[in-house]
């Protein structure tokens, strides 16, 4: 009995040691960023997209996103008349090239730009069974790629189809909201590369952003709301076939 | 203890999954990563990590701290919302290093159509055409300027 | 390597993630799960006509649970890191509770009711034994000779609250894989609280139909009569576990096709072109309807003998194809269809590929390796032969 008493003393001691090189962390880089000021999403203007793919080639140049996968794409919507739960989309090299015209231009025709909705409620860090992929504080969800094991469980929960497994690295990838560069200021790639202003890095803890305005005056609408995934890419103009 | 005797090969059992036990609490502390739950459930250091990757696009701000001829050119245009790198692409380099990386020259017979070229997509009130029957060719800076593309000639004539 | 898209597909959507090795991982841990539920039947329910399976059934869950994790291993992009599913579990990840599940069932349940059940013979083959064989015996005996019928006695009692835990371990093992496809809200296709039951019963089936084909190829491999009354009850049992897992799954379809909802179009239209020769044809047809008429008919009518065996083994092999191509539905149907519901692309497998036909090919064969290898160490029959000795010592 005192054997197994013993093991059970050694056995707390560990523990604690364990814990102890949890909870003591390392030392913050240093920097006069503070992320808890910030929470950050994105604001798409539908109306103002023309599909020139500016943002897709910016973020590949980038993040070195290798050829075929995409943190960010175009999709091209073409709806005839009042069948909305039938369009035709399509997004050839995500739109990375622009579009070729269709051969049927009549009906509705809109580009709708995609990338990671950066979800508050994000089934892919939920699903994650090693803590590869997280939420920062300023509520961008990032990748840790010296972590992730490749499991791509996460691929699959995302709803978005934003997620790839980056074959250089056997690692799962995706959009990082540029977090090296709007931690310093900056705007994403995507955003400060499109021509026409239709995407926007918002910041909601800022009160000076224009977003908040936009909000009040404007019906907005995020993509698959029923997955209740609290998205924070916010879309104006979006049409009911958007899936 | 008299109960325990013939349940010895039970403790001994026990004693094995123990010190397994015991060994793999002692692995577990050894190995998880330093900073590991600062935050949350994910390793502290990651979010250095990706605040310190490179930048390829400087962003416009870098641009027009030195190149302030062209923002004042730019602001009168149709283009003054389109940022540098939009169509010079990315640019970090030449920031940190001007006098030896130069950007280069741009060809605006295919550098325009990526935006310009006609879609049903595009929004109605965007400027797109044809290119082939626009100008058939010749190169889109014969006439317009690309920092402010419309036709000074012809937005006298609407002036009108 | 270009892959056929239909219609539209998100463009990271086209590669599909989870391969042939992730189909055979559920189909493993659902033999895993069946072989011990049939295991538990005697132990626990006193079922006393399925004792001949008894060691077989724990001997090939142990086999298989070996090789359970190997598939998943070999799939991941980064296997040197697997470990850190020990080191950091997410506690909100279904996937994070495999390892510990995973463990506690192989370390906590399936060794330690081996080894209670087979301590009496590896006492007696310590002693009995000669050269490194007899070393292994003695590392196995911890250094504990004891086997007095009290101590056999302990681990009798011992052994049975081991198997009553062991239920809903086996439970919860399947039950939880079913749950990680079950809980995917993203996808229509496997989000359904009805997967881990599904599963699981499904699991069962599988379980039972590969214990009763390896009993009866045992007893022709040894030249042994196969004892009918055993396999009679355990193909009942079959029969009875395989209608709950058909009506289950056909609640799930009927309900499917009653909601209808806006996923519905997509998956039936996949159903009916992709899947409909591993779904209608192999899982429902073959590998459900046959062997369920021919159980039935073992049932009802009173066949002789030989023609009796014949139809198990072709309803256990049948049976096993349909589970098989159920968990390929699952796992793979659940990939071919866009998130959009606008478009399907097309599963490639490599064969000489780390996520190949190969590997799979030997990961299917290594279990029965394994097995042959556990049997030799651990002769289930060493029982049969002590009870036969006595009865002529009498």
Known sequence: MSMTRRHFLLLTAVAAAAWDSIIAGTPEAASTYNMTDHWYGMLMNIEKCIGCGSCVRACQLEN????????????????????????TVDSPDGGKNGFVELKETGGKNFFVPKLCNHCADSPCTQVCPVGATFHTPDG??????????????????????????NPATNTAEKCSLCYHRIT????????????????????????????HEFLKTHSVQVLKPYMATKAKVYYYGLDGSVR | MKDFKDAGHLFRLAAVFAAVFLIFLLVRAALVPKGFGKYGHFRAEAIAEAMDKPLNYAGHKACEDCHSDIVE????????????????????????????????????TSLCPRCHTANAAKPKNFPQVIPEDHSGGVPCDTCHKPHTPVIEAEAAEVKK | MHVPVEGFMYPNEIELQ????????????????????????????????????????????LAFLIVAPMPLQLHLGRPERSFEMYLTPHRTSAMAMFGFVYLWYLLGVLVV??????????????????????????????????????????????????????????????????????SIKANPWWSTPLMPVVFLFSAMVSGISVVMLLYMLTCRLRKRP????CVDTIAMYLFYTFLIDFTLEMVDLIHRIYEADESFRSLDFMVHSKLYFSQIMLQIGFGTIVPLVLLAITQLVNLPEAIRKFAYSIAG????????????????????????????????????????LLPAIVLSILPFVILWVLVKVLPPWYEEARLAQAAHGD
């Not at chain 1, 070195?64 to 369009?87: Q, S």
């Not at chain 2, 030449?94 to 006098?99: A, N």
């Not at chain 3, 991982?25 to 399925?50: C, D, H, K, M, W």
């Open chain 3, 18 to 61: 989870w391969s042939v090795l992730i189909v055979l991982y559920p189909f493993i841990t659902g033999l895993v799960a069946g072989a011990f539920i049939l295991a538990s039947l005697e132990r626990v329910f006193n079922v006393q006509a399925v004792k001949p399976t008894y060691r077989l059934a724990l001997l090939t869950a």
């Open chain 3, 317 to 356: 092999v049948l049976t096993l194809i349909g589970i098989f191509a159920m968990r390929w539905n699952v796992v793979i149907g659940g990939q071919l269809f866009s998130k959009s519901f606008l478009g399907y692309t097309t599963y490639k497998m490599g064969f000489v590929t780390k996520e190949g």
């Open chain 1, 140 to 165: 961008v969800v990032l990748v840790d790629g010296k972590y992730c094991l490749g499991c791509r469980y996460c691929i699959q929960a995302c709803p978005y189809g934003c997620r790839f497994l």
């Open chain 3, 113 to 182: 009711e081996i080894w209670l059940e087979y301590r009496r013979d590896i006492v007696e083959l310590a002693q009995s034994s000669a050269g490194p064989k007899k070393w292994l015996y003695r590392a196995l005996t911890l250094g504990s000779y004891n086997v007095s019928e009290r101590a056999l006695k302990i681990d009798d009692k011992v052994g049975w609250i081991i198997t009553v835990i062991g239920i809903p371990s086996a439970f919860l093992l399947h039950g939880y894989v079913g749950f990680i496809f079950g």
């Open chain 1, 64 to 87: 070195k996103v290798p050829d075929g996968y995409f943190r960010t794409w175009v999709e091209r919507y073409h709806i005839e008349d009042w069948t909305v739960e039938n369009p």
């Open chain 2, 73 to 108: 050119v730019k602001s009168k245009g149709k283009h003054k919302g389109v940022n540098c790198e939009s169509c010079h692409g990315p640019q970090e380099k030449h920031v940190e290093d001007p006098g030896s990386v130069v950007p280069a020259k741009l060809e605006t």
């Open chain 1, 184 to 211: 310093k200021g900056l705007t994403t790639a995507c955003c400060e590369n499109c021509p026409t202003g239709a995407r926007q890095l918002v910041d909601f803890k800022n009160p000076n952003d224009p977003i």
């Open chain 3, 226 to 229: 196969i004892n009918m009354p």
